[in-house]
């Protein structure tokens, strides 16, 4: 079965280390995008590859890096920069450059940072 | 820049019909999609409009207006498993897209 996966499904790290979520899929998708949700808001975009080797800072992108070396794989890292990283994390992708492209999401992984 | 407004809460009766709005102002606009998202999970795509008018699937409809900058999701013979988050999202740069912060729709008996 095509789709995206995201690994681990809850992660905890202290503060001050760097951590990087795991996202891959399958579905030969051009376009990956890292949203981040935080309780009872929408998702904000973190970061966007429209193709390997490529990437564009979304919204909120200050103390967040990622990496686009494989079609398959966009992980993210949360630096020690990010002020406030506990949230749920989203991974997405979308077939491109179909502009009505819909986004197909990862199950998500929760980052809890104490 | 881009933002979305939509209502935070809507609270229908199963069976009824509901209208979630969705507001936009953007700099660039190619379309505009809706989302359901269910607590604690991922979001999955329901509707997109690139043109004005009415996208109907199912028990689901989406219209959008661009000169208004305005859409609307509707939902009709609602199920309890229709309690859910509502997001509208809109394309406003080539692969750059802007999510509003969610409806949260409650369906009661």
């Known amino acids: 079965d095509g789709g995206i996966t995201q690994s681990p499904k809850y992660l905890f790290r202290k503060e001050g280390q760097n951590v990087t979520l795991s996202c891959e899929q399958n579905?030969?998708?051009?376009?990956m995008y890292w949203y981040r949700q935080d309780p009872g808001q929408g998702l904000r975009l973190i970061y966007y590859?429209?193709?390997?080797?490529?990437?564009q800072k979304g919204d909120i992108a200050e103390g967040y890096s990622v990496s686009r070396e494989k079609k398959e794989s966009f992980p993210l890292t949360v630096t020690s920069a990010q002020k406030n990283p506990t949230a749920f994390y989203l991974c997405?992708?979308?077939?491109?450059?179909?502009?009505?492209?819909?986004?197909?999401f990862g199950p998500g992984t929760r980052l809890t940072v104490t | 820049g881009q933002s979305l407004e939509q209502p935070s809460e809507v609270t229908a009766v199963e069976g009824a019909i509901v209208q979630i709005n969705c507001t936009y102002q953007?700099?660039?606009?190619?379309?505009l999609s809706w989302y359901q998202q269910h607590d604690g999970g991922a979001p999955t795509f329901l509707s997109y409009?690139?043109?004005?008018g009415l996208e109907e699937t199912g028990r689901f409809s989406s219209f959008l207006s661009r000169s208004d900058s305005y859409g609307y999701l509707l939902l009709q013979e609602l199920q309890m498993k229709d309690s859910a988050s509502y997001f509208c999202?809109?394309?406003?740069?080539?692969?750059?897209?802007?999510f509003g912060i969610g409806t949260k729709l409650q369906v009661i008996p």
């Open positions: 997405a992708s979308s077939m491109s450059p179909d502009r009505r492209s819909e986004q197909y």
């Open positions: 579905l030969n998708h051009d376009a």
């Open positions: 590859s429209q193709i390997v080797n490529d990437f």
């Open positions: 953007t700099s660039g606009f190619y379309g």
């Open positions: 409009n690139g043109l004005d």
């Open positions: 999202a809109v394309r406003g740069g080539y692969q750059k897209v802007t």
